[in-house]
């Protein structure tokens, strides 16, 4: 029976101490693991932990070695061995990269180029290196630099007439659009291109009533629009035109056709660096976000009290623009806001409205309240901290009961128990020449 619990004790010893090393990931030393590529210091010599032989291996000065940590300090593995030259080329491959630093080299990009030729137009010189004959520029704010064209330019003009070889148009704008020749011209929001004459002529009447031989009507409003006698009118919002009474009469339904607003066109680059246009009543701003189009409308403008009630075709309406007030819209839905909205003041009854769109990605509060409320999605160093103190705690409560079953095990192995009928052991007593029985 001895031997059996001895066996199965010194089983129990075997299977500890093979488990206790497998827990050292790396050369276990004086009750210390050393993990691999880690130096050791004692008796003045400094060691490393050998990744192939499981034990601690001196430091050399010299012969083959695959890692900087094999070779002594001062040392370093270059080529596969051991060398105290390689120092000499650090502090060389040192010196170089600091000089490198200490110079500001002109990046060829959309915002800098080096050029050998004289500085561009809308451009700025910088005193940055370029090679040697080269100069660097950089475009000023709002122009980009194209390489093709080895320009400055805002765009390529895309309006319509587009280029022409004038410097001036009447009933239209230009722009810093690039041109091959002449300027990039778009016709003023109330005319049209006629190519047949090469002009910008006023749009024809098309609303209703059209044209009347009047001066004004009630519940209406006239049109820039081109007639052959009278004015061009459109009823007011809310009001529609009877035929049968020839004016104006209370309606439901708002403005009905697109001929009844004066669309103004805005470029992806106005709307980009932001644009402010001045509008009076049924003008709309026409400008396109995401691949679709939008028409912002003023529907009426109030001097009193600073005010401008709009709409966003086709996502929004019933809006109101106070003056000096960031209105801040997202027209797909997707959490992000994509365009401002400022009425920055009203002038002979015409509403100066700005118009911008937003580039900074917005974030819903929601995501990041989402995020708080599962903090195991992205567990905190704190955590981690907390769990590894845990599984240790566990680790040593084993290490402890274990250690209380080996003592109980041993008591038992070497204590041994009183049989009946068998003689008791004796104490020999000096002196008397008798024995006594041990208790």
């Known amino acids: 029976m001895k031997k059996i619990l001895l066996l199965i004790l010194f089983s129990f010893l075997v299977i500890h101490f093979v ?12 009750g210390d693991c050393i993990a691999y590529g880690d130096t050791y210091v004692q008796f003045s010599a400094t060691f490393y932990c050998d990744y192939t032989t499981g034990s601690l291996v001196q430091q050399k000065a010299s012969g083959s070695c695959v890692n900087d940590f094999e070779c002594v300090e001062g040392s370093r593995c270059f080529m596969g061995q051991c060398t105290s030259a390689f120092s000499d080329f650090l502090s060389e491959y040192y010196a170089f990269k600091a000089n490198i630093s200490s110079q500001s080299y002109c990046w060829e990009s959309a915002d800098m180029f080096c050029l050998n030729t004289t ?15 080269y100069s660097c520029y950089q475009c000023n704010a709002g122009y980009t630099w194209n390489e093709s064209l080895g320009l400055c330019i805002t765009g390529i003009c895309s309006s319509t007439p587009g280029c022409l070889n004038l410097t001036s148009l009447n009933n239209s704008d230009t722009s810093n659009d690039y041109c091959v020749v002449g300027n990039c011209f778009s016709c003023d929001s109330d005319y049209d291109w ?28 006239t049109l820039n629009r081109a007639c052959s006698i ?8 809310g009001y529609q035109w009877d035929n049968a009474s020839y004016s104006c009469v209370y309606s439901m339904s708002s403005v009905g056709t697109p001929d009844d607003w004066t669309t103004i066109p805005v470029s992806q680059y ?5 644009t402010e246009r001045s509008m009076r009543a049924y003008d709309r701003l026409q400008f396109s976000f995401g691949g679709l189009t939008y028409y912002l409308g003023v529907i009426s403008i109030s001097s009193s009290d600073s005010r401008v009630n709009y709409k966003i075709e086709p996502v929004l309406n019933n809006l109101v623009a106070l003056e000096g007030v960031e209105n801040k819209f997202d027209l797909n839905s997707d ?10 003041g009203i002038e002979s009854g015409n509403a100066k409205i700005q118009l911008s769109a937003i580039k900074e990605a917005y974030q819903t509060p929601e995501t990041n309240l989402t995020q708080v409320a599962n903090p195991e999605n992205n567990p905190s160093p704190e955590n981690s901290t907390q769990n ?10 084993v290490g402890v009961l274990f250690f209380v079953i080996l003592v109980l095990v041993i008591y038992l192995v070497v204590r041994e128990p ?22």
């Open 119 to 133: 500085q561009p137009m809308n451009s700025t010189w910088l005193n940055k290196t370029c090679s040697a004959g």
């Open 388 to 397: 590894n103190t845990l599984f240790l705690a566990v680790i040593i409560g």
């Open 335 to 344: 959490g992000k806001l994509d365009i401002m909205v400022k009425l920055t």
């Open 19 to 30: 488990y206790a090393d497998d827990t050292c990931d790396g050369c276990l030393t004086n």
């Open 230 to 237: 009278g004015n061009c009118f459109s009823c007011l919002s």
């Open 194 to 221: 006629n190519a047949t004459n090469n002009t910008c002529d006023l749009r024809v009447c098309s609303s209703t009533p059209g044209c009347l031989n009047q001066a004004n009507l009630s519940n209406g409003r």
């Open 418 to 439: 009183k049989q009946s009928g068998q003689p008791q052991p004796r104490q020999f007593v000096p002196g008397n020449n008798q024995y006594k029985p041990l208790r």
């Open 270 to 274: 106005d709307l980009d660096v932001g």
